[in-house]
């Protein structure tokens, strides 16, 4: 799965969002584009994206920012990947339905279908306590 840089960007803002949620402090568009090395004037377009499909709410003021609109553990990742690219199946370029066309495709469905399984399975969370584990190092 090969995501778009618009997508990335959005991931990688509701995870930082998604570490800061239990202090209840909306985050400044700012941090959030120097920590993550997003230009910042791409990072407002997709954080008026989110949202409008209400997975952030934002705050006026100079203490204001951007937080998630519900719980890290109630966004998962497929969430957040429909707001910047639409749900996406694999399909074909082939002009003619043939029984080889056929196949491909019904192959490139159930990989795109346990792909999006997968999506769905993982939330904010799940992937933000994945940032946190270290992982062990092996060297040879």
Request: hydrophobic letters at 40%; proline letters at 5%; one cysteine or more.
């Given at each position: ?24 402090e ?7 584009a120097?920590e ?105």
């Open positions: 799965m090969k995501l778009s840089a618009k997508t990335e960007y959005a991931c990688l803002a509701m995870l930082q969002m998604a570490q800061q949620y239990s202090n209840g909306p985050l400044q568009i700012r941090r959030i120097e993550q090395g997003i230009p910042s004037r791409f990072l407002v377009q997709i954080l008026l994206q989110l949202k409008g499909a209400s997975l952030v709410a934002s705050t006026r003021g100079a203490a204001g920012g951007y937080r998630l609109a519900r719980p890290p553990k109630d966004i998962s990742v497929a969430e957040v990947v429909d707001v910047m690219e639409g749900d996406v199946r694999p399909g074909t370029n082939a002009g003619k339905r043939t029984p080889l066309v056929a196949a491909l495709l019904g192959l490139c469905r159930e990989i795109g279908d346990a792909q999006r399984d997968r999506l769905e399975d993982t939330s904010l969370a799940d992937l933000a306590e994945r940032a946190t584990r270290r992982e062990p190092m092996w060297y040879i």
